[in-house]
């Protein structure tokens, strides 16, 4: 809202300038409708900013919604979790809570009930789900949670569903394609599988829906058959209120339920956990903290609009010098002139950002509805991805692109109204003493050298690099008279890609992926600083190509920078991303340490494969697997750049023997920066209670579970590609402390040779039906751990294209300014007997030879950043890079820009002499 009434009071201003001024209003006026055309392209530049902004801004509020709703949804009424850390207790604590005086008039209701993982096999159907939560409730107690809707119309809240019954939730129904009436078998943490009959299937809509997986809902006489005990591992109490209300009553009466608890005698330690609350505030943490991702990669985009918007202003003023001479000649104040230029750009700004509403809402609209391709979120709870277009995103989205549009008119033109009024009526370059800075304005570069000196040696991550280019730009601006301006340009282009890079070489990966703007603020800094090095010695070139190809970028060094960089910036991050994509690629034999399949069971710590099957295997390893699930908080996010406070997560856990750890088989991909080889990692992770190993968090994170005894601290010091045992794995001395129990195993198998880890896999599967065994090939699993980011990555195509779309619209932009600008130079190249072919070549080759400074430019800063990411991201991976992706963009970018250019060319080459002899009077 701020932004909202900052643009109102700007425009305001502007329309009180345009009603005190009326001659310069009609002046600008008369300057944006004289050309349409032109106004046309200039306003098409000038959209990006709008839609890239409406674009991050759609994506942001939809995702959250979305996400946000359905965790709502999931939990239902249920909003604090009462347990032992999945130990069974006495089933009347339940009731004990909901009797206390400490919690009258507070609670909703309180119910027991016992959650558990396991296996879910439908016997008339012969299908099998090895991931199944099992969630036995009491009936009794239900009527305060909601009563469970039925696919057939009926609800229930269990008290008619007999012992030997169960429901099922729809997402289990469907994977199962099961029915009313089927058989099914159940089997969990080690207990002997009990049968049931399917009495219903829940939708999801309240209780139904809870946990947002695929369910068993049981009665307490039911899941006794199967835990062979009626003790229970939970109750689950609802506070009053509803929606965000509700969180925070159930927040604060967690202290007083702990109270309570602890009058109550118990064997086991237990916990209160305000479990709704704090699954809500890390979805919101978690949206919060990839907003930025996505508002960066945008911001990249509106860089580069905006080079082109400063490239378009210096254009029209440079077409304009004789009139706006002429202008000052008359009287008319330099104040005056940036006016006239503010208010030409007002109309320019508003309508672009108007109109740059539309595709933004276009992308963000592609953009969310491929959003669960890469949002593993949203897999996890189910959501319905919902669209969200708010009035205020829009209005923030036009505000923000006009602001932008109109502030970078502004500093242009105040560049540009600076003239000498005889050399621009005769449409000559100003003279080199024309224009002196004064003191106050070297003072005030002192200054601001300083504060970049400061900001260097003490400030970090992104204040570092700003400081510097402070610096070396400081020294630059200092040096203006006392070196050529191409030497000099060259000097300060090079110090500050020296110290850019040397600066961004030196931070760890931790400091990178928590702090966004360091990369953010490298790409752009970068792209400029090689540009301004292109550009200034872009006469090297004459060695190789006609002089005539050459000779206005020359003149022009800021506008072959802007294009430079305009272009430079996107294709910067195609580079980045290439490099990424390519050197992050799974190593299938390497990544997965030989083995072909995984086998993994969650109800048997043993299994026995049928002879047929366990001759075609070459070696094995065995791991004691458990799920651990409850509250978890992490120093870096597993989904984004963290940390994330405590919320309720499933984590698989790997228990590894000493003999195991002795002897590892099991491939690391990366691991702290602080062991020199693979045999430290393993000896600390033999010998450290709280070093573990993780296929989703990098290394360096600590992730903290709760334990018997309160949070238990586990420091990842190494990890495996995305994919391959996701989750912690360590020693048993390691994971003891979370009292965890390991009723599962996983079988690592490496297959003999000729035989197809699909088909052994799938032959597994059929073997061991109705145990719910999954098997798996290991290459099926990397994949699925890398094609969360690049789902992202081909969703960002659209953003890029944008992009390159707007360094490709600057060549034409340029191209056809030029036509305008050039009519006296271009009529007497005609009169003295230039052929259309060589003014048709000379527009060509200047557009390309632009093309080609941004693409070396962008190809050198991608594959910078490219390499040291990586090399932080995946120590010991070898940088690669998708060259046929890179060469196909850069071949568009080529295609592109001579397509744009071709039509002011030919508009060139067509002049007539005898029209030209008249351009030059």
């Avoid at 070297?442 to 610096?471: H, M, T």
């Avoid at 070196?483 to 090079?494: F, H, N, Q, S, Y």
């Avoid at 040291?868 to 568009?892: F, K, M």
Wanted: aromatic share 6%; with cysteine.
């Amino acid at each position: 809202m701020i932004l909202i009434a900052f643009f109102v009071l700007v425009y305001a201003a502007i329309g009180a300038i345009a009603w005190r001024r009326p001659l310069l209003a009609r002046l600008a006026v008369r300057e944006a409708v004289r050309r349409p055309w032109q106004s046309v392209l200039v306003v098409a530049g000038l959209t990006i900013g709008t839609s890239m902004i409406l674009m991050s801004s759609i994506m942001s509020d939809s995702v959250t919604t979305s996400l946000s709703l359905a965790t709502y949804q999931s939990w239902g009424r249920v909003d604090i979790l009462v347990s032992a850390n999945g130990r069974f207790f006495s089933p009347s604590i339940a009731s004990e809570l909901a009797n206390s005086s400490r919690l009258h008039d507070k609670l909703r209701g309180a119910q027991a009930g016992v959650e558990l993982f396991g296996v879910a096999a439908d016997l008339d159907r012969r299908l099998d789900n090895p991931s199944v939560r099992l969630i036995g409730f009491d009936a009794v107690s239900q009527a305060p949670f909601g009563a469970f809707t039925l696919a057939d119309g009926r609800t229930t809240n269990g008290l008619d569903v007999p012992p030997d019954s169960v429901l099922i939730s729809e997402t289990l129904a469907e994977s199962l394609q099961a029915k009313k009436g089927d058989a099914i078998r159940i089997a969990a943490n080690g207990f002997a599988p009990a049968d049931f009959e399917v009495f219903g299937i829940a939708t999801r809509h309240g209780p139904g829906d809870y946990g947002a997986q695929p369910a068993v809902f049981a009665t307490l006489p039911a899941m006794s058959r199967l835990t062979g005990t009626s003790q229970i591992n939970v109750v689950r109490l609802s506070a009053l209120g509803d929606g965000r209300q509700e969180l925070e009553n159930s927040q604060q009466i967690a202290p007083a339920v702990a109270a309570a608890l602890s009058e109550m005698p118990s064997d086991v330690h237990i916990q209160v956990v305000t479990a709704k609350a704090d699954d809500v505030n890390e979805i919101e943490k978690l949206a919060a903290q990839n907003a930025p991702i996505n508002f960066a990669l945008s911001s990249i985009i509106v860089l580069a609009g905006i080079a082109l918007v400063v490239n378009l202003a210096l254009a029209l003023a440079e077409e304009r010098r004789p009139h706006l001479a002429v202008l000052r000649a008359l009287g008319l104040t330099r104040a005056g002139l940036v006016m006239t230029t503010l208010l030409e750009g007002a109309v320019y700004s508003l309508a672009a950002a108007a109109i740059g509403a539309v595709p933004g809402l276009g992308a963000g609209w592609l953009m969310v509805a491929n959003s669960g391709r890469w949002i593993p979120e949203l897999h996890e709870k189910g959501a319905t991805i919902l669209l969200v277009i708010s009035t205020q995103a829009i209005l923030v989205s036009i505000a923000a692109g006009a602001l932008v549009t109109l502030l970078t008119l502004l500093v242009a033109s105040l560049r540009t109204t600076r003239l000498s009024i005889a050399s621009a009526v005769r449409s000559l370059p100003d003279l080199p003493g024309a224009r002196q800075s004064g003191n106050w304005v070297k003072i005030a570069i002192v200054a601001l050298g300083a504060v970049g000196l400061v900001a260097a040696a003490i400030g970090d991550g992104s204040v570092r690099l700003l400081g510097g280019v402070g610096v070396i730009a400081m020294c630059g601006l200092l040096l203006d008279g006392r070196l050529p301006d191409r030497v000099r340009a060259t000097l300060v282009g090079i110090a500050a890609v020296i110290w850019l890079f040397g600066v961004y070489a030196t931070l760890s990966w931790t400091l990178i992926q928590s702090d966004l703007l360091v990369t953010v603020g490298l790409l752009p800094l970068a792209t400029i600083a090689l540009s301004l090095v292109a550009a200034s010695n872009i006469r090297l070139v004459e060695r190789v190509v006609p002089r005539t190809l050459v000779a206005q970028l020359t003149r022009r060094t800021s506008r072959l920078v802007l294009a430079a960089t305009a272009l430079g910036l996107v294709l910067s991050l195609v580079t980045f991303i290439g490099v990424f994509l390519a050197s992050t690629m799974p190593d299938y034999g390497k990544d997965a340490g030989g083995y072909d399949v995984s086998v993994a069971t969650s109800g048997s710590t043993s299994f026995r494969l049928p002879p047929t099957l366990q001759s075609k295997i070459a070696d094995q390893l065995s791991i004691s697997t458990g799920t651990y699930f409850g509250p978890v908080r992490s120093t870096l996010s597993d989904r984004g750049p963290g940390p994330l406070d405590w919320h309720q997560q499933a984590v698989p856990l790997y228990a590894m023997t000493d003999d195991q750890l002795a002897r590892p088989k099991l491939p690391l991909s990366s691991y702290d920066a602080r062991f020199t080889n693979e045999a430290a990692v393993w000896a600390s992770l033999r010998n450290e209670p709280d070093a573990v190993l993780s296929g989703t968090y990098p290394a360096g994170t600590v992730v903290a579970l709760m334990g018997k005894n309160g949070p238990v601290p586990l420091r990842v010091i190494a990890r495996f590609s995305p994919g391959f045992l996701t989750g912690l794995v360590g020693s048993s001395r390691a994971l003891d402390a979370l009292g965890a129990d390991y009723p599962g195993t996983t079988l690592l198998l490496r297959l003999k040779p000729g035989v197809d880890p699909a088909g052994f896999a799938f032959d597994v599967r059929r073997s061991q039906y109705p145990t719910g065994v999954e098997a798996v090939t290991t290459r099926e699993l990397l994949d699925q751990g890398s094609a969360i980011f690049r789902n992202y990555i081909g969703e960002l195509e659209l953003v890029l294209i944008a992009g390159l779309g707007v360094g490709v619209l600057s060549l034409g932009v340029l191209a056809l300014r030029a036509v305008v600008e050039r009519r006296r130079s271009i009529g007497l190249l005609r009169a003295v007997g230039y052929q259309p072919r060589q003014l048709l070549t000379a527009v060509m080759g200047e557009s390309l030879l632009t093309a080609a400074t941004g693409v070396v430019v962008g190809v050198a800063v991608g594959l910078f950043v490219g390499f040291a990411v990586i090399s932080r991201y995946e120590p010991g991976h070898a940088v690669t890079i998708q060259l046929d992706a890179l060469a196909v963009a850069v071949a568009l970018i080529f295609v592109t820009a001579a397509l744009v250019t071709l039509p002011p060319a030919i508009a060139v080459a067509r002049t007539a002499p005898a029209e030209a002899l008249r351009l030059i009077d």
